[in-house]
């Protein structure tokens, strides 16, 4: 895991010095604070790192979840995907690139809630 974070982190430091140097940043999908969200006990994503496919649990009240929008580290919508009946979600990432994905689940109520996936192949 150390490996991946270091080589995310140099990843970042190289897209970032591109980026202002040629002033064409991209704008981000979410914000460090949300991306760093990732603390919410009450939804299951397993395999976590995954390789072939993930399956997101929901395991919690209040809420169902509806949607789910998957981002690469690029901010890149990678898929787009209803949640349907609070049933185990099977997500398929067999052709996905190793990295690190971004997964935003939507409520019914319009709350959000954050996972990182990592891939690994």
Known sequence: MKKITLLVSTLLVILLQSCFKEKKCPKPVISWEESNADTDKSILLM???ASKEAIIQWKGSGFAPS????????????????????KP?????????EGIYFVI?????????????????
């Open 47 to 49: 395999p976590n790192p």
């Open 67 to 86: 949607n789910i929008k998957i981002y690469d580290i690029h901010g890149k919508l990678v898929t787009q995907e209803k949640w349907e009946n609070n």
């Open 89 to 97: 979600h099977l997500i398929d990432t067999s052709k996905w690139l």
């Open 105 to 121: 689940i939507e409520t019914n109520q319009q709350e959000k809630r954050y996972k990182k996936l990592v891939i690994m192949k």
